[in-house]
């Protein structure tokens, strides 16, 4: 709670999660760090504000296994490119249902947001499907 709050008091651009514990508490993504580390996320909804949130290694990680020192300062340019004026922010990623129960649907439906669905493809190659 304390953080909910916090991030909606100051209402930040960016917030970047050092290590793997963080990047679950704000994203919800329970991954090895290493397969995830310098991409954008999306803030978990419950907390109540829209922004995007990078992913890092944990310095104290970095200080520990220094063969990742080049891979951490290439994730920390990724804070000061955020901020120039010719960023791309990336879209969150989609979310797939495959064979969901009718009232997971209707409840899923109801929320705001926009919703797209695919009958014909397996969508896994956009450009052959």
Do not use: W
Request: charged share 30%.
């Amino acid at each position: 709670e304390r953080l909910k709050g916090e991030i909606q008091i100051l209402k930040p651009e960016l917030i970047i999660a050092l290590g793997a514990v963080v990047t679950l508490a704000l994203t919800g993504i329970d991954e090895k760090i290493g397969k995830i580390r310098g991409n954008y996320y999306t803030l978990l909804k419950e907390y109540g504000y829209d922004c995007p949130v990078l992913v890092c290694f944990h310095p104290s990680f970095v200080m520990r296994q220094r063969q990742f020192i080049e891979e951490a300062v290439k994730d920390f340019k990724k804070i000061k490119e955020f901020f120039q004026p010719s960023f791309i922010e990336v879209k969150p990623e989609p979310k797939f249902f495959l064979n969901p129960a009718l009232s997971f649907l209707e409840e899923y439906l109801d929320q705001e947001g926009t919703t797209t669905f695919d009958l014909e493809t397996t969508g896994l190659n956009p450009r052959k499907d």
